[in-house]
């Protein structure tokens, strides 16, 4: 399982999800361009000392991805999405996609993922924050999956 972000906006939102990724064992991809540079100061101040153990891959581009993930299942959570989350079913090998903050993900992105995954929401509600979104979705994965590290025991919200 591995989380990607598609052009993300904002360096606090993607140094969240690297604490997420890198306390749960699982890569980020990122899909640039970045709207921040990638040394920002609120990158590091969210990702703390997290950002450094996770394992991170930086594509140039889609294609750069497209190319590099060849035959991974994408899983795109879109506001858009047809399936909800209760009813998405994943596997150990699925990419979960997560668009830009600002402009979400291109046709072409939202086209090339295999399962669109919405997920529910209060009545007025427009959508989750990319963070909050990405540990719902990955946490739902991980309980289908299987693969929670370690003890599950030892997770923490500290």
């Not at 993930?69 to 150990?92: C, D, E, N």
């Amino acid at each position: 399982m591995r989380l990607a972000l598609y052009q993300p906006d904002q360096a606090g939102n993607v140094g969240t999800i690297l604490r997420l990724a890198a306390c749960l064992g699982v890569p980020v991809d990122i899909i640039e361009p970045c709207g921040f540079p990638w040394s920002d100061k609120a990158l590091r101040r969210a990702g703390m000392d997290y950002a450094e153990i996770a394992q991170v891959t930086r594509h140039a581009d889609w294609d750069a991805f497209a190319a590099a993930r060849a035959g991974a299942r994408i899983v795109l959570l879109t506001t858009k999405g047809a399936t909800p989350l209760p009813k998405a079913r994943f596997g150990a090998g699925d990419i979960l996609l997560m668009g830009s903050e600002s402009s979400g993900v291109s046709e072409l992105v939202h086209a090339a993922a295999a399962l669109r995954v919405r997920i529910p929401q209060a009545a007025g509600t427009r959508s989750l924050n990319i963070a909050v979104a990405a540990g719902i979705a990955l946490a739902e994965a991980i309980r289908q999956t299987g693969g929670w590290p370690g003890d599950q025991g030892s997770i923490s919200a500290a």
